[in-house]
């Protein structure tokens, strides 16, 4: 029994696998007709040639698909006209070439490849006329790639003074065939950015003149959109000047909310120029960030500028005369001294000091160099003159630069007297022999009388004083006398 079973068992599983091989074949030969039958046209073919013929037709490209051949063409000779995107008439034969009529009959063989449709391909820009014409019933004997065809039509109207006529032949092999890709639509064309905006300075003023150390200004800065097409917008305005100049009452960053096209502003800006700035320049450095719309999108940009300005550093320089004498002696010479201090913070530069004047030695130049910040000196003169009884009159002129070359004069005057030694002063009015009319006091020489009683007065006192010490003298000897006897 339990060999009748798995006999059975192997009999079953025999015919299973017999089954399997049978359905498996007969699969394998349906998937062998229907990937043949999906399979493609070994005849299409394609390319962009671009060849001008000698009509001035240019095939632009051709593409060959289920016995369909298709040219993209432009007739160089006429002008796409906007608005005119359909022919007056229009009529095209295909001739017999690698590309040939073959139609459903051979009776009609040669008149099935004609069509009397062509689509214009004409868009804003284009200069001549461009199209698309499509052949039936077209056979390809793949020996070559040369076609024929016979074309006329009326564009832009259907005069005759606009009907054109072509027997068109070309060899389409001269450049390698591509293959047709699907026809997509021409993108738009992207429009490009504008010109970028900036904003520039125009001017600046700050006073006209140097600026001196120490001193308060305004900067008045004048700036404008460069775009004449856009609008600016959220400017932030940095303003950072160097060292020597510090904002007063102020932030250095300032905020405008739109600058028009072409627009300009004006900024005031108040500064201080520190003491301690040096002669020279400096400068303000100013930074404008901003954003603008251009093509629907939101883009930021910065432009930065520098603004140069002159300083001064205020002119201390002090001169003064001393040890000027008030009269000199005919011949004699005496020294005239010139001290001077720069008080200012700033060098000066080629000090030179000149006398002139009615002296004997005059045009005396002193070359005194440059002179630091806070350094003094002085200059000695010598003045003589030979005229007694004359005035000495003469300037001291001092000149010196500064640090922009500059040139400052000062001058100083002073006179001296000199003495007249020719002899005695004699008043040229009077006469020696002129009698004045009375007589001449005689001088009494004789003692009065209250001189005398003084005289007396005095004489006793002195014997008054001279006898009492010649009496106590005398009574001293005596008592030392009488010392000795006891």
């Known amino acids: 029994m339990k060999r009748i079973i798995s006999l059975g068992l192997a009999a079953l599983i025999l015919l299973g696998t017999l089954t399997g091989v049978l359905m498996s074949a007969a699969y394998a030969t349906v998937g062998d007709s229907t990937s043949s039958s999906s399979g493609t046209d070994d005849n299409e073919t394609g390319g962009k040639p671009n060849i001008l013929t000698s009509d001035g037709i240019l095939i632009e490209s051709y593409s060959y698909s289920k016995q369909i051949l298709t040219l993209t063409l432009v007739d160089t000779n006429v002008s796409y006209q906007k608005g005119k995107d359909t022919f007056g008439e229009f009529y095209a034969a295909l001739l017999t070439g690698n590309f040939y009529p073959n139609g459903v009959s051979d009776e009609k063989k040669d008149e099935t490849s004609i069509t009397t449709n062509a689509k214009i391909l004409g868009k804003d820009g284009e200069k001549n006329l461009r199209f698309k014409v499509s052949f039936p019933y077209v056979g390809f004997d793949k020996k070559g790639t040369e076609t024929k065809f016979r074309m006329y039509y009326n564009y832009p109207s259907s005069s ?62 004048n700036f404008y959109n460069t775009s004449a097409n856009i609008t600016l917008e959220n400017i932030i305005m940095k303003v950072e000047p160097t060292t020597g100049l510090s904002i007063t009452g102020a932030s250095n960053t300032y905020y405008i909310p739109t600058l028009e096209k072409k627009g300009s502003m004006t900024k005031s800006i108040p500064l201080k120029c520190l003491t301690s700035a040096v002669a020279g320049n400096e400068s303000v450095h100013i930074t404008f ?89 002085n200059a000695k003169f010598s003045i003589s003159s030979s005229e007694a009884g004359g005035m000495i009159s003469a300037v001291i002129t001092v000149t010196y630069e500064n640090e922009k070359g ?36 005689e001088e009494d020489t004789g003692m009065r009388w209250w001189q005398w009683v003084l005289f007396g007065i005095g004489c006793l006192a002195v014997g008054g004083v001279s006898g009492t010490w010649s009496f106590l003298k005398t009574k001293l000897k005596r008592e030392e006398a009488d010392d000795e006897d006891i």
């Open 160 to 221: 005759n003074e606009d009907f054109y006529e072509y027997v068109v032949s070309a060899d389409l092999s001269r450049y390698t065939p591509e293959p047709q890709e699907p026809s997509t639509p021409d993108p738009d064309p992207t429009v490009p950015d504008p010109a970028t905006p900036y904003i520039l300075v125009q001017n600046y003023s700050y006073g006209g003149s140097d600026v001196a150390a120490g001193s308060d200004f305004s900067l008045n800065v």
């Open 289 to 377: 960030s901003y954003e603008y719309v251009a093509n629907n999108t939101r883009q930021s940009r910065s432009s930065e500028e520098t603004i140069s300005i002159p300083i001064a550093q205020v002119e201390r320089f002090e001169v003064e005369l001393t040890e000027i004498p008030t009269m000199i002696w005919p011949g004699d010479n005496a020294n005239v001294v010139l001290n001077y201090v720069n008080k200012g913070r700033a060098d000066i530069y080629n000090l030179t000091a000149t006398i002139e004047g009615n002296i004997d030695d005059p045009n005396q130049v002193q070359n005194l160099g440059n002179i630091k910040a806070g350094d003094s000196g």
């Open 406 to 441: 500059d040139v400052s004069t000062i001058t100083k005057n002073f006179t001296c007297e000199v003495y007249d030694n020719s002899g005695e002063i004699v008043d040229p009015g009077f006469d020696p022999g002129f009698d004045p009319g009375f007589e001449p006091i």
